[in-house]
């Protein structure tokens, strides 16, 4: 079975300054790839890259066989990719059910997977909230929106940059057991992440970055018995 995203020798600029050197990771349908490194590793530039929020110096990115590298952002998500950033970028104006439908679409093969109930049944915390202005909601409940909405346009792959980042840990376990039901639903995820600890019981496999570059490819497991790694890398 071939690779759902393929990313070879990815080199990402800010400026004049480098931040990802030839950086490569795979990912198969219904797998769950931590990408894991410490805070300023080049998690996030990452993800953004493939999402096409920011433009790639050289290296490929494919998903579903087809380069999207150079391609519009708005033109990958109606791929079917969609990209879950860090500061969440809700509309605060907007109630909760506004922030979802504003969202909706069908997925690139006419997919209507997850409807608005579906949503609400995936995520029980927000249908209480549907009313409420999105800058009204806690930062854990703002992670359940942008779920929400990401699931609101039909995806095939899950891009979630530090979603557990600054929450409670009751959040952060609601999280985690939000990223575990997806998996259930076979969808597809990269979970970028700095907590190797959060990522055990989730992901399939792992890459770790540092310095803008991949320093281990395995499984989960294999990362989790290699203490070298865990100790170079994620201060683990």
Not at 126 to 139: D, E
Request: with cysteine.
């Amino acid at each position: 079975m071939s690779d759902l995203l393929q990313v070879q020798q990815l080199e990402v600029l800010y400026d004049t300054s480098q931040v990802l050197f030839g950086l490569n990771l795979s990912l198969r349908a219904g797998e769950t790839l931590a990408l894991l490194g410490r805070n300023g590793a080049g998690k996030s530039t990452t993800m953004k890259a493939i999402a096409g929020a920011i433009r790639v110096r050289s290296g490929s990115v494919v998903f579903d066989s087809v380069s999207i590298r150079d391609r519009p952002a708005h033109l990958i998500a109606r791929a079917g990719l969609a990209y879950v950033p860090e500061d969440r970028q809700i509309f605060s104006e907007l109630s909760v059910e506004d922030n979802l439908d504003i969202a909706s679409k069908r997925g690139p093969g006419g997919e209507d997977d997850w409807p608005l109930a579906r949503v609400y049944d995936m995520l029980p915390l927000l249908k209480p909230l549907r009313h409420r202005a999105g800058g009204l909601l806690s930062g854990g409940e703002q992670q359940m929106l942008t779920v929400g909405r990401a699931l609101m346009g039909n995806p095939r792959l899950l891009l979630l940059d530090e979603p557990s980042e600054g929450l409670a840990p009751i959040m952060v376990q609601k999280i985690g057991e939000l990223i575990q039901a997806l998996k259930q639903t076979g969808t597809s995820i990269v979970l970028a992440e700095q907590n190797l600890h959060f990522c055990l019981g989730l992901a399939d496999r792992a890459v770790v970055i540092d310095k803008g570059r991949d320093v281990f490819t395995g499984s989960i497991a294999e990362l989790n018995a290699d203490a070298h790694i865990k100790q170079r890398y994620l201060s683990v």
